[in-house]
T-cell receptor, first 111, second 111 residues
Framework: SQQGEEDPQALSIQEGENATMNCSYK?????LQWYRQNSGRGLVHLIL?????REKHSGRLRVTLDTSKKSSSLLITASRAADTASYFC???????????FGTGTRLTVIP | DADVTQTPRNRITKTGKRIMLECSQT?????MYWYRQDPGLGLRLIYY???????NKGEISDGYSVSRQAQAKFSLSLESAIPNQTALYFC??????????FGPGTRLTVL
């Protein structure tokens, strides 16, 4: 399986601080995506970064991709209590059509 | 109205029973997916379909079957449910290899 791994598994920060989550994967990819899941609910797509991109921004989100290290990071700046959720990275392997999900980082933002 | 709907939202059943989970989408996407999520884990792909006549096995298809009745409908069946199929099940849709849109999930408990 090409399932990625997120690090850390859990992260607890104060409101206003930045949160950084990392994702590592095993084989070459077409793109990497980050999703958010509130407890027991469906996943919501946050951002997609292609294999030829190194950095992407969306609002308070910043994603980087290092294909040489097979890793990505998600930075959430100025966190809010409403950012409390689980965050998953997912990859589309080169030549494949499906997403492979990591095990997620559980983020808690303390008001 | 939600773009991806799942029915039922919750189901409790007994070992050996046949169960069908249904998914409908209004996004007009050709691609549809079924995933399961177990506590503390990411999503694992059960089956996927890229159009009405296309059905493909995912990582964990044993014990499951699917039917793509129309572009907008994709159902998942458990022919003879067993307790280790207790999980949260998600349907998703996508337009090619771009982001996926998830339904709200079905919580299935097999006693």
């Amino acid at each position: 399986s090409q399932q990625g791994e997120e690090d850390p598994q859990a992260l607890s920060i104060q409101e206003g601080e930045n949160a950084t989550m990392n994702c590592s994967y095993k084989t070459s990819i077409n793109n990497l995506q980050w999703y958010r899941q509130n407890s027991g609910r469906g996943l919501v797509h946050l951002i997609l970064i292609r294999s030829n991109e190194r950095e992407k921004h969306s609002g308070r989100l910043r994603v980087t991709l290092d294909t040489s290290k097979k890793s990505s990071s998600l930075l959430i700046t100025a966190s809010r209590a409403a950012d409390t959720a689980s965050y998953f990275c997912a990859t589309v392997k080169t030549g494949a059509n499906n997403l492979f999900f990591g095990t997620g980082t559980r983020l808690t933002v303390i008001p | 109205d939600a773009d991806v709907t799942q029915t039922p939202r919750n189901r409790i059943t007994k070992t050996g029973k046949r169960i069908m989970l249904e998914c409908s989408q209004t996004k007009g996407h050709d691609r549809m997916y079924w995933y399961r999520q177990d506590p503390g884990l990411g999503l694992r792909l059960i089956y996927y379909s890229f159009d009405v006549k296309d059905i493909n096995k995912g990582e964990i298809s044993d014990g499951y079957s699917v039917s793509r009745q129309a572009q907008a409908k994709f159902s998942l069946s458990l022919e003879s449910a067993i307790p280790n199929q207790t999980a949260l099940y998600f349907c998703a849709t996508s337009d090619r290899e771009r982001e996926q849109f998830f339904g709200p999930g079905t919580r299935l408990t097999v006693l």
